[in-house]
């Protein structure tokens, strides 16, 4: 039995030293993103043709790159857009898709046989063929991202939420709560959400990163976000030619999106236990 306990305590430190971590990491890009384009008074799309591929530590910090541009001032705003826009796709794929989880799982019927065929249609079509679809209709603005990457990511929650929710709602306490008298907000509130929230969280972490990747990677094809727009993507496509001559300024927009991803993964891992 102490055995049992003291795997049971170990596997909680762990637990909470990874999350711990991932916060940090986490606390880094955003405050980096956050302050990092107020704080850096260079211009990131300034150009200064006679320092071009200056090394990290010149007269720019993080160097300069292969159109003089301030590093330190393009990889602040690139992670200021990235992570921004990665943060604002996932809060709008969660709202709707945890409501309309909880809707069909309360009402049931009809009701929820239409919402099921929607997200069924919506996984019927490839998310980067949607995400490409609307990139058509504006190449280079931010919004075909945005809409299209929340297309595809509600899905998840509304499946996760209305399969757990039609669980819980069946459960006894609910019951009890509704032979009572109390309505649905007070049951969703008191007896859903709670249960669901850390599986929400999860998804949001997970979600998170597969939107900074898929922005990332359209911008790098060049389907995305184009030059000179400052975004990781775009970052290393631009970088890439010259790998041979300055490695090192190619490994900070990639760096920070493994950092970026890291943290997301080390905060949504759940507990083994």
């Not at 704080?39 to 160097?63: E, H, K, Y």
């Not at 019951?175 to 859903?192: C, I, K, Q, S, T």
Request: hydrophobic letters at 60%.
């Amino acid at each position: 039995m102490n055995g049992a306990s003291a795997r049971d305590g170990a596997a909680a430190v762990r637990v909470s030293t990874r999350r711990a971590v991932g916060m940090a990491l986490l606390a880094f890009v955003f405050l980096f993103g956050l302050l990092g384009p107020m704080l850096v008074a260079a211009d990131p799309a300034r150009q200064n043709l006679s320092r071009i591929l200056a090394p990290i530590g010149s007269d720019f910090l993080l160097g300069s790159d292969h159109l003089g541009r301030s590093m330190l001032a393009r990889l602040a705003h690139a992670t200021r857009l990235s992570a921004g826009l990665a943060l604002l796709t996932v809060i709008s794929a969660a709202v709707p898709g945890t409501a309309l989880g909880l809707v069909a799982a309360w009402r049931g019927g009809w009701t929820e046989r239409v919402l099921v065929a929607l997200a069924d249609g919506v996984l019927a079509l490839p998310g980067l063929l949607l995400v490409l679809l609307l990139a058509a209709l504006a190449p280079g603005d931010l919004w075909p991202l945005y809409l299209g990457l929340s297309l595809v990511l509600w899905v998840e929650y509304f499946r996760v939420v209305r399969a757990t929710a039609t669980t819980l709602l069946a459960s006894p306490q609910v019951e009890a709560a509704r032979l009572l008298g109390f309505g649905p907000l007070h049951v969703v509130r008191r007896h859903v959400l709670p249960e669901i929230a850390p599986l929400i969280g999860t998804l949001m972490a997970f979600g998170a990163g597969a939107a900074v990747m898929a922005i990332g990677a359209l911008s790098f094809v060049g389907i995305g976000l184009r030059p000179p727009v400052a975004e990781w993507g775009i970052m290393l496509t631009e970088l890439l030619p010259y790998h041979a001559e300055a490695p090192g300024l190619l490994l900070l927009p990639a760096g920070m999106i493994f950092v970026t991803i890291l943290g997301l993964q080390l905060v949504g891992g759940r507990d083994p236990r």
